[in-house]
């Protein structure tokens, strides 16, 4: 309990947990020091403070920098939360005077990069060219934790299952199936079957996607394997790139693909991958004006499309 009150009571500073988080970041305290414009006594001197706060040794000392105890990671992730929500104040309140800057940050699936996402930020900066968006892609799972902490405002791209995660909620903005694809002139274009797209090396989702279970069972269902000479890989540009050097082959949303010539549907549907397209965002968290406003346009934008 002591400790606890310890935190409480005024000794813990934000000063403490900016450079716990900075030392946890450039990896050794010297490093830190120096991107705080501190001398390296100060630095050492705070991170002792903090450690005698809290009774425990957050990080090892090494030949090449420090290493995060089981304790130091724990304090980490909370006082990156802290710093989130700080963050998130100052924004709000400037949002609040003014309604005119202030700083958005969207994390993305593969599903909204092409279409949505870009015509809504565009739309965005038209109107309030004073507020900043940040896009950072990755999978669900790997946005989740960013979104909880606070350091995402929301997630854009096809809505996984929310079940078993606690505290999330989610708004659906369309409708959008994927398609079997290639670049234009591939030999697979009169393909009309699974198996005889075997023939091809293929671009799979992660295995962590729901896209990629998706396709799974797919081809249970039709009790074939799946491709044996295959890349897994989530980023478009890359998938793009492959895609229009080589013969392989991807399943992609629909927008995706009617939006760029260079690429083709190939005639063998997947008529059990459709997915709603929309947002997660946190249960408990009011979203700042500037991300009600990218919400804002996001749906404004998804009732233009026609994904078909």
């Known amino acids: 309990m002591s400790r606890a009150l310890d ?26 020091a120096e991107h705080l414009h501190l001398a390296q006594p100060a630095a050492t001197r705070g991170l002792r403070e903090v450690e005698q706060i809290l009774g425990v040794e957050l990080f090892t000392r090494g030949p090449r920098g420090v290493t995060p105890t089981v304790f130091g990671e724990a304090f980490i992730d909370h006082a990156r939360a802290v710093q989130a929500e700080l963050r998130r104040a100052g924004e709000r309140i400037v949002g609040l005077a003014n309604g005119e800057v202030g700083t958005v940050t969207v994390g993305t699936l593969l599903t909204a990069t092409n279409v949505l ?9 038209a109107e309030r060219p004073g507020i900043t968006v940040i896009v950072r892609e990755g999978t669900f799972d790997s946005l989740v934790p960013r979104l909880v902490d606070g350091d995402t405002d929301m997630i854009l791209g096809r809505l996984n299952p929310i079940e078993d995660r606690p505290g999330l909620r989610q708004i659906p903005l369309y409708n ?25 090396p293929w671009i799979m989702p992660l295995e962590q996607t729901a896209l990629r279970h998706e396709l799974e069972e797919v081809f249970r269902e039709q009790d074939i394997p799946l491709p044996g000479d295959r890349v897994e890989c989530t980023s478009i540009l890359t998938i793009r790139s492959l895609l229009l050097g080589t ?37 408990a968290r009011v979203l700042t004006p500037a ?10 934008q998804a009732a233009t499309l026609d994904p078909g």
């Open 247 to 283: 013969d392989m082959i991807a399943a992609l949303p629909a927008l995706l693909v009617r939006t760029d010539p260079q690429l083709t549907e190939l005639p063998v549907p997947l008529p059990s991958i459709r997915r709603s397209v929309g947002v997660t965002l946190p249960d």
């Open 176 to 200: 959008e199936p994927t398609l079997l694809v290639a670049r234009a002139g591939h030999p697979a274009a009169e393909a009309r079957t699974l198996t005889e797209l075997l023939a091809y």
């Open 117 to 125: 996402l870009p015509r809504s930020i565009a739309a965005l900066k």
């Open 7 to 32: 935190l409480l009571s005024g000794r813990l500073k934000l000063r403490h947990l900016v450079l716990v988080t900075t030392i946890a970041e450039q990896g050794s305290v010297l490093r830190a």
């Open 291 to 300: 991300g009600k406003t990218m919400l804002d346009h996001l749906r404004r």
